[in-house]
């Protein structure tokens, strides 16, 4: 079993919606399943900045899946919510990352993990870190509350909080 930690965002359509939809699509199959889902953040948008703001969680999974699989699966989810990609860094009904897998260096034309620009984004690292303060980002050797102090939390405010980050929780919002 191996466990993986994605940061989901999404600033097109009921995004709220967009967020749970996605987590439900991800828990629904028997080879995934998501074992913590943080607090829902509301957050500026980074790199192309004139769009709606965005809501991100983190969410840990355990899964069967290799990396790449993982990476199909998110996909798959993307195109059933109806993502469509037009502008880099632009708005989107859900964008499914993958943060860390394991403690794995992944480097394929399709996939890097850990996520390259995952320990600069304060909308990743916050979630995260609510939810795995300990995990280790195996490029830098730093922990994510590490990296997030270094970040800081400018651009990201609470939503909705899910208590005790349990994922029954975050259904019911
Ligand atoms: N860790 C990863 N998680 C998800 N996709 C990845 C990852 N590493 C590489 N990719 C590749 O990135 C491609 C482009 O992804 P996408 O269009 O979501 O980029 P983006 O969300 O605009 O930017 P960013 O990758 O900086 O978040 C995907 O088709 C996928 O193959
Ligand atoms: N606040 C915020 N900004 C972004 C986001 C995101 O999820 N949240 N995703 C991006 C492309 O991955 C680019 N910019």
């Known amino acids: 079993m191996h466990t993986a930690y994605l940061s989901l965002g999404s600033n097109i359509g009921d995004s709220k ?9 991800l828990d629904a ?14 957050t500026d948008p980074v790199g192309f900045t004139d769009q709606q ?3 991100n969680i983190a969410i840990e999974v355990k899964t069967t899946l290799a990396a790449e699989e993982l990476l199909d699966e998110a996909q798959k989810i993307e ?28 480097k394929s034309d399709r996939l890097s993990v850990p996520h390259p620009h995952m320990h600069e984004r304060s909308f990743v690292l916050v979630p995260l870190n609510e939810i795995a303060p300990d995990a280790v980002h195996p490029l830098t050797g730093s922990k994510i509350s590490e990296l997030l102090t270094r970040t800081g939390s400018e651009g990201v405010r609470l939503w909705k909080q899910t208590v005790q980050q349990c994922k029954e929780k975050f259904f019911a919002l």
Do not use: C
């Not at 199959?29 to 509301?42: A, L, R």
């Open 17 to 25: 919606d967009n967020l749970q939809g996605a987590v439900r699509l």
């Open 29 to 42: 199959g028997s080879s995934i399943e998501v074992t913590k889902v943080s607090s829902i953040y509301e």
């Open 53 to 55: 703001v965005f809501l």
């Open 79 to 106: 195109q059933s919510l109806g993502r469509e990609r037009k502008v880099h860094w632009g708005p989107r009904t859900i964008d499914l990352d993958i943060l860390l897998y394991n403690t794995d260096n992944v």
